[in-house]
């Protein structure tokens, strides 16, 4: 059956054009040519006129521009200064921006309409990509975060700085026998498949502190050890042994272990080399520990294969030195904290 070229690919197109104007120039027949390609000689002799008269360049294949953007250049930057404010600030339910809620956006805002199967490529020309959103409490206190940024932050680095100091930050975790477990590279028509753990309620507590120049402390808890503020104490002096002649400035949450009356009496007898602050309150994105408790279950143990808490303490004290040697990667976790 003859075809008139239309119905078929754009790259098929091209082969037959660029071949057949080759065939023409050996005075192959148009009858022949159209024949050879199942097209109508019509076609063919439509393709000869084009290249003489535009050349051969004009035969290859082009992408279709495609209608042009409804909003202009101005309104496209605007809408991408709004879009980094919180949606709720748009008398929206929640801070974040959907597909379709931003498609609403842009209609009340601007009165145009894009169709929702065009929205993520749309939003994708504006350089918008999907994330995961970090969690921030409601309860956090935007003036005392940012007197802590401002005010604090900067004197006690000025502090440290005086003293020959190290400035570290503390926290605790506890590492589950139930692994986090992520992605993994595998056939399209595989199931990826990890065995794991099912025991709950088991799990291995870690102390640990960073510090931005790449240097970690951390020490497990032990058996049948809870976190209290004895055991926080014991940390504070394994890190007096390991710096026994530097200052240490160590920040921390606002945990009740960490504000306890012995504590606070251990650091004003050590008052020469230890200074404790806290952090505000609801505000663990300001602790870049967090970040390598993140590291430590989603990179070091993902999909751990532990049986038991032994091996588990095993596996956690292993992750924590290979961590601990490498500065590199604790000192990222400062970067990622700003």
């Not at 929205?119 to 969690?135: D, N, Q, T």
């Not at 794991?196 to 970690?216: D, E, F, P, W």
């Not at 294969?305 to 601990?324: C, N, P």
Request: net charge positive; hydrophobic share 35%.
């Amino acid at each position: 059956m003859k075809q008139d070229g239309r119905s078929l690919s754009h790259d098929v197109l091209e082969a037959y054009r660029l071949s057949a104007i080759k065939l023409h120039k050996e005075n192959v027949r148009i009858d022949v040519i159209a024949e050879s390609f199942g097209v109508t000689p019509q076609a063919v002799y439509k393709w000869i006129r084009t290249a003489s008269e535009h050349g051969i360049k004009a035969l290859r294949s082009t992408k279709a521009p495609g209608p042009a953007p409804s909003l202009e250049e101005g309104q496209l930057y605007k809408l991408l200064s709004l879009l980094k404010r919180p949606a709720s600030e748009y008398n929206y339910a929640t801070d974040l921006w959907s597909g379709p809620r931003i498609r609403h956006f842009i209609r009340k805002r601007y009165g145009v309409t894009y169709h929702p199967k065009h929205m993520p490529r749309f939003l994708r020309r504006l350089g918008l990509v999907l994330k995961f959103p970090e969690r921030r409490a409601l309860e956090q206190d935007p003036v005392a975060i940012r007197k802590w940024k401002k005010g604090r932050l900067p004197k006690l680095l000025e502090y440290a700085k005086k003293k020959r100091g190290l400035m570290f930050y503390a926290d605790e975790s506890l590492i589950s026998l139930i692994p986090y477990v992520g992605k993994t590279w595998a056939l399209p028509d595989a199931r990826p498949l990890v065995r794991v753990s099912g025991l709950r309620g088991q799990h291995i507590g870690v102390t640990a502190a960073v510090n931005a120049k790449g240097r970690l402390c951390f020490e497990l808890t032990g058996e049948k050890e809870k976190f209290t503020a004895k055991v926080f104490l014991r940390f504070i002096r394994k890190m007096r042994q390991e710096y026994p002649s530097r200052s240490i400035v160590l920040i921390v949450d606002g945990a009740p272990i960490h504000k306890a009356k012995v504590v606070k009496a251990y650091e004003f007898s050590n008052k020469q080399w230890l200074r404790l602050e806290i952090l505000p309150a609801y505000s663990p994105e300001l602790n870049p520990t967090e970040k390598a408790w993140d590291f430590l279950k989603t990179k070091k143990m993902n999909g751990s294969q532990a049986q038991s808490k032994k091996q588990l303490r095993g596996e956690v004290s292993k992750s924590m030195r290979s961590l601990k040697k490498n500065t590199v990667r604790v000192s990222s976790f400062f970067n990622a904290s700003k």
